[in-house]
Structure formats: C-alpha cells, structure tokens
C-alpha cells in the first residue's frame, strides 16, 4: 500500500491497540510486588503473572499468525479483544474475597488468558503498521510512532499502580482493581470503536486469490511450497534477537521495582523504599522509552534500522555495566511526577539505578527495528512469519525466570543484570551481521 493511499482511520486504531498492549502487559510487573506479598513468592515464584502473560505467546503466535491470514486484521482485533475482556475479568475475580484459597491460581489463569490477547493484537498490529507505512524505513518509522503510544500507557501503568500499593508490605490483588477496571473498560471502548471503524484488509483478498493461483500453477495436487519464513537465516536469527530482546525491556524495569522495595534485611537486600515512590521512579524507565520513540519516529525515515539498533543496543551495554559496577555508595536524585498531587518529586537512589533507567532510551527502538529488519524481503511469508515473530516474546517468560534465579541464587539483584547484559549484547551482534538477507534467491512475489 503506497504512502499516497494510507488509511488514517485504520493507522489511529492500531496505534490505539499499541497503547492497549503495553497497559495490560506491564501490569504483570508491579503485581509481582504484591504477589510477593500476599503469597509470600520468592523473586522467581513472584514473576508468575510474566510467566503466564507471556508463555502465552509460545503457545498463540502461529495461530494468531494463521488466523489473522483467514479472517483478516480487523476480525482478529476483535476476537482478540472479547479474549482479553475474559482475562481482566479473571484477574479481577483473583481479588474476591471468596477466591481467596485459590487466588493466586485464577490470577495466573488471568494473566495467561490476557497473553494470548496482547500476543493476537500484536500480530495485527506490528504488519499492519509496516505495510501502511510502506514498508523498509517509513515502515519502521510508524512503528516507532505506534511505540510512543505504547510507552505513554507502560507510564501511566506504573504510575497508576505505584498510588494503588504505596505499601508493598501490605498490598494485595484487590488493590489492583482500579488499574484492571480501567484496562477492562479499554478494551470494551476499543471494542466498539474498531467494530464500527472501516479497516480495509491490505491487499487481504487480492492476496488469497493471488495464492490459489500460483498453487493450481505451479504445486502438485497435495504438495506444498518447500519454502516457510523459516527458510530465511535472517528471519531465524530475528525472532530470536525479539526473544531476547524481552529480557531487557522488562527485565531490567522489573528488578529496579524489586531492588528499590525489598527491604535490607531480606534474603535479597534491597533499599526498602516505598513502593508508590518507586513506582514513580520506574515509570521514568518507560518515559525514556516515550522519549527514546518519539525521536525514533521523528528520523525513521532518514535511519535505518541497522543503524538504529547498533546505537542503541552498544549504548545499552555500556549503561547495563555502568549500573551493575558503578559504586552503591554514588547517589543522585532521580525525578517523577505525584500524578495525585501534581507535584515533583525528587528520590535519591545510587547512581547505577539512574544508569539502568536510561536503558529505556535504547529499548525503545529495538522491537520495531528488529521487527523491520526481520520481516524485510519476505514478502508472501509476511503474514505467518508475524504470528512466528510473536511467539517469540515468551523470551520475556524465560529471561524474566533466568535472571529472577540469578538474584535469588546470588542473593543480590545487580548481579542478575548479566542477564540483559547478555541479551543486548547478541542484539549488536543481529544488527551487524545477523540482519542480512542471504536468501534473496527465495521466490517472495506471486
């Protein structure tokens, strides 16, 4: 679709379900807070929510890719929209006073349902966005613009959760239930307004009869094409840059929260602030990442997306060891936003914190340019290879785990961040070497 004939409706309405993915999965992180709490979890048993949130995507990525090639982008939106209407419901439902004995099993339930939710909408979203951007950088500059909207809901997140359980000692799930009335009431919003908003399906029909075509022509009765998205070296080795991937973008906001809440004394210290401040303190972490989008978008057009990743995966290797050995005992004041009271505030933490919440600067281009760089030139194996892409966000599940087991094992949370450590360093790797397409012999075009 040239960028002459973009549909804005349909550009708004993605963005907006790019906004949604990023409010319902970053709640999974400040309700580990209370999940520590209220069941009494180790960092690793704390993660559930994560876990369940995004194995999710394992199990829904090939499917919701398969779907979204059967019914289009719309009717997969809505679908998935009803699926994530049942997960709030659920998680909500964990917080009732008569769950109580099995509460923290019908949240894990809710969180896993709400995965296969955000793994569907993000299926739609990131191809749509591409191709109604057109593709190479003005795909991946709406990306970028999608992903302000995304980092703007991570924030309010934060925000909103930190007010709800200042106290992390005594939080429970019910105190979450603003945060998932406002998610549920998104969904239902966005429900309505997608249902009656014309998308038209990008060269969807023209597509499929395209297909059935070149079969008849070219393919034996029974056979198939000898060719998938996984005939592509660059396309393997991207999904499993995005698997890693989530081990920074979450991880590393994940164990600021736990770091700066767990009290002294614990098993593994912390400096026992309160968590509503923290919770101000971390959303800066994923303001950097508005930040860091906003200006992604503003030069995507002029910079690649090798280009974009290089930078920003190097700088996040520097500022990963700069807050993992930068000396405890290096304070600077760290500013947020009393959303309540409509006032700075100002807390002092050591200067490595400061170092990891800048992290969010490099992350905020990464999905969108590994997504790019991924899908580029696969053409006819778009479709499928979205819903393989997305799959691959489970990494969140595994990395979140691995370095949550790290902390725990070391008993301290700065040495868990080898973790993101070694996930930013193979995204270098992927932007230097592994994003070139060295299948270009691979028939893509009916």
């Known amino acids: 679709m040239s960028n002459e004939k973009k549909q804005w409706g349909a550009i708004i309405v993605m963005i907006a379900l790019f906004a949604m993915i990023a ?13 520590k709490n209220q069941f009494g979890a180790s960092n690793l048993q704390a993660q559930i929510g994560n876990y369940g949130n995004f194995i999710a995507y394992l199990l829904m990525g090939i499917p919701a890719g398969m779907l979204l090639k059967k019914v289009g982008y719309k009717r997969t939106a809505l679908i998935a929209l009803i699926v994530g209407i049942v997960g709030i419901f659920v998680q909500w439902m964990s917080g009732w006073e008569s769950m109580r004995g099995a509460a923290f099993a019908v949240y894990l339930v809710g969180a896993f349902i709400g995965g296969l939710c955000m793994c569907m909408l993000n299926t739609v979203v990131n191809p749509m966005l591409n191709i109604l951007g057109g593709g190479g950088n003005r795909g991946n500059q709406l990306i970028q613009i999608g ?5 703007a809901a991570a924030v309010a997140v934060y925000i909103i959760m930190g007010a709800l359980i200042a106290d992390a000692t005594k939080a429970t799930v019910s105190d979450a239930t603003p945060a998932l009335f406002i998610a549920g009431g998104i969904f239902i919003i966005a429900f309505v307004v997608i249902l009656f908003t014309k998308i038209d399906e990008p060269e969807q029909a023209d597509l499929k009869k395209i297909e059935e075509k070149e079969h008849a022509k070219k393919l034996a009765p029974g056979q198939k094409d000898k060719y998938s998205a996984f005939s592509f070296r660059h396309f393997k080795l991207g999904i499993l840059a995005i698997f890693l991937y989530m081990g920074i973008e979450v991880g590393v906001p994940t164990y600021i929260l736990q770091y700066l809440t767990s009290a002294q004394d614990a098993v593994t210290p912390g400096l026992g602030m309160d968590a509503g401040i923290v919770g101000l303190i971390v959303a800066v972490y994923w303001l950097m990442m ?8 503003a030069i995507g057009s002029k910079v690649s997306s090798k280009q974009m990743i290089t930078v920003a995966s190097t700088a996040a290797i520097v500022l990963i060891l700069f807050g993992m050995f930068a ?3 290096w304070l600077v004041n760290i500013p947020g936003v ?6 700075m505030i100002w807390a002092e933490v050591p200067v490595g914190i400061f170092a990891f919440i800048l992290v969010g600067l490099c992350t905020s281009v990464m999905w969108g340019g590994i997504f790019n760089m991924a899908v580029e030139g696969l053409g006819k194996y778009t479709a499928i290879a979205s819903g393989a892409f997305m799959t691959m966000v489970f990494g969140c599940a595994v990395m ?10 070391s008993c301290n949370y700065l040495i ?22 060295v299948n270009t012999d691979i028939p893509v075009a009916d």
């Open 23 to 35: 409010f319902v999965t970053n709640l999974c992180s400040p309700m580990a807070v209370i999940v």
């Open 147 to 151: 992903g302000v909207f995304n980092s």
């Open 290 to 297: 508005l930040v860091g989008r906003f200006v992604g978008g």
């Open 327 to 329: 000396p405890q005992t």
């Open 338 to 343: 009393d959303w309540a009271k409509l006032e």
């Open 400 to 409: 979140v785990a691995i370095q949550a087991w790290l902390a725990d094992f």
């Open 416 to 437: 868990s961040y080898f973790v993101p450590l070694g996930c930013a360093v193979y995204i270098l790797y992927y932007a230097l070497i592994g994003s070139k397409n």
